[in-house]
């Protein structure tokens, strides 16, 4: 792949992950951008990037955002009469749908492209100081272009994600990534912050295991982002959540009659399913 000089708006554990499995994996030129420069002299320091960002876009041939929603679509705002017109504009939102409509309106008024991506990895915690180069190692990783998108815009990004370790690359539309997102995704977010509302959270040490590990984990979301998310995504997070809603009142309703012959279907209904799920995974190419 010919070598790049991208720039990453937003070093926390995304932006800062992307940079240094690009330092690690990659022959590109990384140029690293946050609000806090402490942060920016940390990546230096660590070679995570090559240099900060001097405010000069000049010759830069992707932008990668990495901050919020507001924040990227601020940001392009802002500074879209100072960008070279021959660079790529992407991001790694966690939302495309109509934030990715106007991303590419925006840029096109300077006669740039756009095209969103969203890499499937994460952790418990987020900023900078938690980012490591093998974030992206085997994960899924979702490219977002629109009908009339640049395949060579694709391919470029097709091929950073494979060198920085993507497993599976999905290719798909903005509308489409909203609604498998807001079923893989959103709603695991919105059960784990729900869960962990239990008075017997307190008394849970000595008592749980790996399946409450598991169900809260990410209930230590940061709530300004992804309240962000849900907003932008809520009529698909509406669905799935009343879908949810309607498939948990089964159970309780077998357990108030008594009902072990319901319950025991349901459960069977639930291992079949995801046995299924499973069977279909197994062999596909990543």
């Known amino acids: 792949m010919t070598e790049l000089k991208i720039l990453v708006v937003g070093l926390g554990l995304i932006g800062g992950s992307i940079c ?54 601020k940001y392009i705002r802002e500074k879209l009469p100072e960008f070279d017109t021959k660079t790529l504009i992407s991001d790694v939102c966690g939302i495309k749908g ?6 590419k309106n925006i840029t096109a008024e300077r006669g740039m492209r756009y095209v969103g991506m969203h890499p499937m990895a ?35 990004l097709r091929g950073l994600a494979a060198e920085i370790g993507a497993g599976k690359i999905v290719i798909t539309s903005p509308e489409n990534h909203d609604k498998m997102i807001a079923y893989t995704s959103q709603l695991a977010h919105i059960v784990s912050s729900a869960y962990v509302k239990s008075p017997e959270l307190g008394l849970e040490c000595g008592f749980s295991g790996g399946s409450f590990q598991d169900m809260t984990r990410i209930a230590t979301m940061n709530e300004r982002m992804w309240t962000d998310l849900f907003m932008q ?54």
């Open 20 to 73: 240094k499995a690009l330092k690690k994996y990659t022959s590109h030129y990384v140029i690293g951008c946050d609000i806090n420069h402490d942060i920016e002299f940390a990546a230096l320091r660590d070679v995570a990037i090559d240099e900060e960002f001097s405010g000069d876009f000049t010759g830069i041939d992707l932008i990668i955002m990495a901050l919020f929603p507001d924040g990227t679509e």
């Open 98 to 103: 109509a934030f990715a409509e106007r991303m």
């Open 122 to 156: 994460g952790k418990e915690f987020g900023g900078y100081a938690n980012s490591f180069a093998d974030l992206f190692q085997r994960a899924n990783f979702i490219i977002t272009p629109f009908e009339d998108s640049a395949e060579s815009d694709v391919e470029l």
């Open 233 to 286: 995504n809520r009529e698909n997070l509406i669905f799935e959540l009343d879908t949810l809603i309607a498939n948990l009142n089964k159970y309780s309703e077998a357990l108030r009659k008594a009902d072990e012959e319901t319950m025991l279907r349901l459960i069977e209904e639930g291992r079949k399913l995801k046995e299924n799920n499973l069977r279909h995974r197994v062999g596909q190419p990543n």
